[in-house]
């Protein structure tokens, strides 16, 4: 059985529908590239990017850092708080 590679095109339409901010199902509709494609290139890109970071953003004279709370969406905050407090 032979894998198909994806063309650059559709990744970066792919990677730019996600960036964007929409949902896998939504970025399956706009590009036509299946979910499992999609899901398989997000975790691509999570690890390419976790590895950038770790290799680049070292020994930073950070003063504060701003971090975006994802987790108010879906209620994971509220878990977390209340065990945390618990």
Known sequence: MSRSRL???????VVAALV????????????GVAKGTVTKLLVDLGTACSIYQDQVM???????????????????KFRLTHYRHA
């Open 58 to 76: 070292r020994d930073l004279t950070c003063e504060r850092v701003q971090v975006k709370d994802t987790g108010t969406a879906s209620g994971c």
């Open 7 to 13: 063309i650059e095109e559709k990744r970066q339409a």
């Open 20 to 31: 964007e901010g929409n949902s896998i199902r939504s970025t399956v509709r706009m590009t």
